[in-house]
């Protein structure tokens, strides 16, 4: 069946939804970590230094292999090319406002998220819509996939990133969507449509190697859908698009064939690259379990709509005049399970590390929507799927207002890291930045738009709230007091998570009073301390007093007689550091046993190890105006023991750190 003509109304649907996509991914800074620093290293040193290795940069990052004596990103040039003018373009526009060079770089990484990460999944998601539209679904249906698929799935908190993943997913989705439209009888197949469609297939593996799974099965279906003469095109602008490839890889690789991760040698920190072809092997049902259904890495725990993509078989019956397409949805999101189910021998590479869902199958994530919405044409799944698109994307909100980036820690990621964090409004929590210690917006590294705005940490995220709350109305025209009841239980929620962390602030407000609640566990200790403060007490009956500072003396005069008597012990001081002068703030830590300090959730300083003797940390961070989390664990099984932490003021001199310090009441 040929594409239907758009409706005015599916029309203006998809535009309404493409601006609630970009606003929401766009709310977001997550500042940068390995892979993205890797990316803005090479754009910086090409646009700056006309050099393509980077070399001046690559203590921020890991992702890098070296070759001829320089270093480079370990990935696919793609998201680089295409980052080169809008770079220079942002660059020379952010240089005419009063801001120093620090600022002026950070916005643009900003903006260059947001055009390349943000603005493809807003675009994907209108494709995704009008596709549906065109094709049966009604334009209700069809809206709640494309909400489904742009803040209701792992995409939302990946388009906040500079990674390549969402800009592959619009390639992909966007070729298949011109040859699908040009085989419209109502529109004739030009060359310049096809070679663009083709253009864009050819370039996916140039953003993204696995990608290339994607263009081979859309080149065939190509074939199918066009024939053979229109075919040829797609391939003929396929081969221009992969050409850059070959190019980059013969320049500064070494050889046209070569790609990044063949790279790695056998003692590398990245080893399993060398096992079967670039680090992928036969698919494994182990894997493929724990990236479908378990909750660490599961896309399915993550999006339980999604699920309804395995229905989309049993509903084939109903998908008059779209089976080509599904079948081909089908298979590129198959391929890329099994491709992801053999990628590596770890969390490491099968999990994407530091990673909220198995974000290597993003590419395909478009496709797997599309096939779930099979689920919207049955009268009892379609409210079924709609309910689970909504609590979705609540908790896709959680996921990209705290970072995408999930440690290895969590096997619970909602319970155990997202919903904590969330609910005590510890909110873009990334405290790093790729280049300069610049602060903007208050933060040096990780912010949000109502960072920016100057509201209350426990606030940052109402006004994102808002304009989801009057999106559920706005974007679905409900016609049924059903309808309407659940716009106004959907509209609900949406507030009450919002606002959930100034509630929790505000029940938890118990009076003020000087000092830390300290928490005492005697024979226990923890396994190892981890990157959050999300850790609880090893030891069920507590030891619990107040006490003037996070200190523990040598001669253990200053705690409990626990901490001096017993075999091993974990201590735990925690409250409130209260900050006047806003500034950049040194932080010491010296102890003799293991210890770390979290400032508003995140570890920045630790010290690992028994330890015979003193040993000290210092960093420097950047402290706001306002009162600040505070968690310092300490914990030994020797029976010499020590624990003192100082701060200083920018410029000032160490001081034991005890003024500030403040906490609710106790728990004796």
Not at 150 to 155: F, P, R
Not at 374 to 402: C, K, Q
Not at 458 to 471: D, K
Request: charged share 15%.
């Amino acid at each position: 069946m040929p594409p239907a003509p758009l409706s005015g109304e599916a029309r203006a649907a998809s535009w309404r939804v493409f601006a609630l996509v970009l606003l929401s991914a766009s709310y977001f800074f997550q500042s940068s970590g390995h892979n993205e620093a890797a990316r803005f290293d090479q754009i910086r040193s090409i646009t700056e230094h006309g050099e393509w290795w980077i070399d001046r940069y690559a203590t921020n990052t890991f992702d890098t292999v070296s070759v001829g004596g320089h270093t480079f990103p370990n990935k696919a040039p793609g998201t680089t090319l295409l980052g080169l003018a809008p770079w220079r373009l942002a660059g020379f526009a952010l240089s005419a406002l009063p801001i120093d060079r620090g600022k002026q770089l950070v916005l643009t990484m900003f903006l260059l998220t947001v055009l390349m990460a943000a603005l493809p999944t807003a675009f994907v998601s209108l494709m995704i819509l009008r596709f549906l539209a065109r094709t049966g679904w009604t334009t209700t249906s069809a809206t709640m996939v494309a909400i489904g698929y742009g803040v209701g799935s792992i995409a939302f908190p990946w388009a906040t990133t500079f990674f390549g993943h969402q800009l592959a997913a619009y390639f992909a989705f966007g070729a298949f969507y011109l040859i699908w439209d040009s085989g419209s009888t109502a529109r004739e197949s030009t060359p310049s449509r096809l070679l663009l469609a083709g253009l864009m297939i050819g370039f996916l593996p140039v953003i993204e190697y696995p990608a290339a799974i994607a263009s081979g099965l859309i080149v065939v279906y190509s074939f199918f859908l066009l024939g053979g003469r229109a075919g040829s095109l797609v391939v003929a602008g396929a081969i221009a698009g992969v050409l850059p490839l070959p190019l980059y890889n013969a320049a500064f690789l070494g050889s046209p064939g070569v790609l990044s991760y063949g790279l790695y040698k056998e003692d590398s920190i990245f080893a399993a690259h060398q096992q079967g072809f670039m680090g992928v092997s036969w698919p494994r049902l182990g894997v493929l379990n724990e990236i479908l259904f378990k909750a660490q890495r599961g896309l399915f725990h993550a999006n339980p709509w999604l699920t309804f993509s395995l229905a989309a078989p049993f509903l084939i019956k109903r998908l008059h005049g779209v089976k080509r397409e599904f079948a081909l949805a089908g298979a590129i999101f198959v391929a890329a399970l099994l491709f992801n189910s053999g990628f590596g021998d770890s969390l490491v590479y099968w999990g994407g590390a530091f990673s909220f869902g198995p974000r290597h199958i993003l590419f395909a994530l478009p496709f797997a929507a599309v096939l779930a919405a099979a689920a919207m044409r049955s009268r009892v799944l379609a409210p079924i799927t709609g309910a689970m698109i909504v609590g979705t994307a609540l908790l896709m909100l959680t996921v990209a207002s705290v970072d995408p980036r999930l440690p290895y820690e969590p096997t619970s990621p909602f319970l155990d890291f997202y919903l904590p964090l969330f609910s005590r409004g510890l909110f873009s929590i990334n405290p790093r930045s790729a280049y300069v210690d610049t602060v903007i917006f208050g933060s040096p590294g990780a912010w949000n738009l109502g960072r920016a705005m100057g509201l209350p940490p426990a606030l940052e995220i109402l006004p994102l709230g808002l304009a989801w709350g009057g999106a559920v109305f706005f974007l679905i025209n409900a016609r049924s007091f059903a309808g309407r009841a659940a716009q106004g239980v959907a509209a609900t929620l949406v507030l009450a998570l919002v606002m959930a962390p100034a509630n929790f602030r505000r029940s938890s407000a118990t009076p003020r009073e000087p000092g830390l609640c300290q928490a005492v566990s005697v024979d226990r200790m923890w396994p190892y301390f981890s990157d959050y403060a999300l850790q609880g007490e090893p030891a069920a009956d507590v030891q619990r007093l107040r006490v003037g500072s996070p200190a523990i003396a040598l001669s253990g005069d200053s705690a409990t007689n626990a901490v001096k008597a017993s075999s091993s012990v974990a201590v735990t001081f925690s409250g409130y550091l209260g900050v006047s002068t806003p500034g950049w703030h040194a932080l010491r830590l010296e102890t003799i046993g293991q210890a770390v300090i979290y400032v508003d959730g995140t570890k920045r300083l630790k010290i690992d190890g028994p330890g015979h003797g003193p040993r000290a940390e210092a960093v420097l961070l950047y402290l706001s105006s306002d009162a600040h989390e505070l968690i310092v664990r300490y914990m030994s099984d020797r029976p010499l023991r020590s624990l003192k932490v100082e701060i200083a003021a920018e410029g000032g001199p160490l001081a034991p750190l005890s003024e500030g310090l403040f906490s609710g009441t106790c728990r004796f």
